[in-house]
């Protein structure tokens, strides 16, 4: 089974664009969703802020761009929430215009698949992210059926304390509601797939491996998952370096975004290969 996953994607109504900067947005994004869509894979995944404030345009330009460059693909495309998502919009709001669900699982052959829901809703103050209680009980009992089957969790917002950054304030579910001690309760190999912090980071704790992505526009780039009997193999796809520049050019129109320079993380954070996970 392949897994392909894009960090936080942030197409956002500019403010006070000019012609030129409409045009290099429109470049820079299609280019991007229809590179995403093209690369072969049994599902593919946004691990949140797949828009920038979520404004009503933004969403349905995004769902309006999948119809035409996925269309005929017809790729299973799952996005999770992030804070820059439910930024304007009630979650179940966004949820109608985006056919998407709030949390589910999938129990596949080769693992099982979860997809947490970390953000808050309308709340511009704070973008740290919170795990319903009704979610807390939901994966502890996932996790206690899942056996030794490797479960892969996609969530916006990192587990406090794992990947880079995610110490920092607003930069991880909130610490007062841990879920490592869900996690370790875990049979067998756990993976937890994260953006929100921009830095593409990889750390391992006990049989747990989280992998943080960074926002494609600092680095155009999506990670690929390829899981067989006997390994999981993590990489990257690197897309054509020409489009970091255009990125830049639409940024400062962006709000709330800014860039991060060390979004690239180190050669240990591209690429993971763990044997054995029967």
């Known amino acids: 089974m ?17 012609a030129d900067v409409l045009e290099v947005q429109e470049k820079l994004y ?4 229809k590179t995403f869509f093209e690369i072969e894979a049994d599902y593919h995944i946004s691990v949140g802020d797949f828009s920038n404030k979520g404004y009503p345009e933004e969403l349905q330009y995004l769902v309006d761009k999948m119809k035409v460059y996925n269309g005929d693909l017809k790729r299973r495309f799952i996005q ?8 304007t919009l009630p979650k179940q709001e966004i949820l109608a215009i985006t056919g998407q669900q709030l949390y589910h699982s999938i129990d596949t ?17 704070d973008a740290g992210g919170e795990v319903s209680e009704e ?8 996790v206690q059926k899942s056996g030794n089957k490797p479960m892969l969790i996609f969530a916006h917002h990192p ?5 880079a950054r995610s110490e920092l304030n607003m930069l991880s579910i909130h610490p007062d509601q841990d879920i490592w001690p869900i996690l370790q309760r875990k049979q067998g190999s756990g993976y937890y797939f994260c953006g929100h912090n921009h830095v593409n980071s990889i750390v391992q704790r006990d049989h747990w491996h989280f992998i943080q ?5 600092d680095i155009p780039a999506y990670r690929i998952i390829d899981i067989n009997a006997d390994k999981v193999s993590i990489d990257m796809v690197f897309l054509d370096e020409q489009f970091i520049p255009l990125a830049k050019q639409i940024s400062p129109h962006m709000l709330h975004f800014r860039h991060i320079a060390e979004a690239l993380g180190d050669k240990s954070d591209h690429s993971l ?6």
């Open 2 to 18: 392949k897994l392909l996953v894009m960090g936080d994607f942030h197409y956002s109504r500019l403010e006070d664009p000019t």
């Open 30 to 33: 299609s280019y991007m969703l």
């Open 80 to 87: 999770v929430l992030g804070n820059h998502d439910t930024i």
């Open 109 to 125: 052959n080769e693992a099982i698949l979860v997809f947490l829901d970390t953000a808050k809703e309308m709340n511009l103050r």
């Open 135 to 142: 979610q807390i009980a939901w994966l502890e009992d996932l």
């Open 159 to 163: 587990v406090y304390a794992t990947t």
């Open 213 to 217: 992505t960074s926002s494609c526009l």
């Open 273 to 278: 290969v763990v044997n054995h996970i029967q």
